[in-house]
C-alpha cells in the first residue's frame, strides 16, 4: 500500500491524479490486476473524466453544484453538502492493469476532487494481481491499444467531416448571398464600380 499526498488549491477542486497514479502502477511492477484507490476524507471523491477538456473541472463542478447546492435560496445547505457529494461521486475507484499499463480510454484520465478545500489530502492505493518479471517491460494488450486507436481515428474522421459540413454550409451560403461577397465575384464588383462612376 502507498500514501498518495494530494494538495487541492481552492474551494471545490478537481485535481488530475492520472501521472501520480501511473508512478505508482510502474513503481509497484503490477503486470495483470488491479488498482485500488481510496479517499478516507468525507470530502473527497475519486473518478474517471476526459482529462484533455480544459472545461471539464468547471462542467463537473457546476453540475454538482447545481444537484447539490450549498445555499437553497438564503438558507445554507449544511456541512453534510460537501460529503455526499463525495459520496455519490464514490470514495474508491478500481482501474484495470493489463501488461503493466493502466486500461484508460481515449482522453480518460484519473481525478480527485475535494468539495471542502482548499486542503492537504492523502488517497491510498493498493494493487492486486501478477508482477512482472525482472527485466520485463510494461505494455498494454495489442486489443486495447487497437480499440483505442480506433476511437482516435473515429475522432479524427468526425472532426474532418464537421469541418467538411461547415465549409460546404459557408460556400452554400456565400453561393445564396452573392452581394455580402463582392471579392467572389469581381465582374460583379467592376460592373457596379462604372456604375456608381456614370451616376456621378
Known amino acids: ?51 484533455d477538456n480544459k472545461k471539464a473541472e468547471y462542467d463537473f463542478m457546476h453540475r454538482w453544484g447545481h444537484i447539490m447546492p450549498r445555499y437553497d435560496g438564503m438558507q445554507w445547505t449544511g456541512p453534510a453538502t460537501s460529503g455526499l457529494k463525495a459520496s455519490a461521486v464514490g470514495k474508491t475507484l478500481q482501474v484495470m492493469v493489463a501488461g503493466g499499463e493502466m486500461l484508460l480510454g481515449l482522453h480518460q484520465g484519473v481525478v480527485a476532487i475535494d468539495f471542502e478545500g482548499p486542503s492537504e489530502r492523502a488517497l491510498f492505493a493498493e494493487v492486486y494481481g501478477d508482477m512482472l518479471e525482472e527485466g520485463e517491460t510494461a505494455q498494454a494488450p495489442a486489443m486495447f491499444t487497437d480499440y483505442v486507436a480506433m476511437l482516435r481515428q473515429n475522432e479524427i474522421d468526425e472532426e474532418e467531416e464537421t469541418r467538411r459540413i461547415v465549409e460546404e454550409m459557408r460556400r452554400e451560403y456565400r453561393e445564396q448571398h452573392p452581394e455580402m461577397f463582392p471579392e467572389d465575384h469581381p465582374e460583379t464588383q467592376t460592373k457596379t464600380e462604372e456604375k456608381n462612376g456614370s451616376d456621378q
Not at 471545490?12 to 505508482?24: E, F, M, P, Q, S
Not at 479517499?39 to 473518478?47: E, I, R
Request: glycine share 4%; hydrophobic share 45%.
Open 1 to 51: 500500500m502507498k500514501k498518495l499526498d494530494i494538495s487541492f488549491t481552492k474551494k471545490d477542486n478537481l485535481v488530475d491524479i492520472t501521472d501520480i497514479v501511473k508512478a505508482y502502477v510502474a513503481e509497484s511492477r503490477l503486470k495483470n490486476g488491479m488498482l485500488c484507490l481510496y479517499a478516507p476524507d468525507t470530502t473527497v471523491g475519486l473518478t474517471m473524466i476526459d482529462v
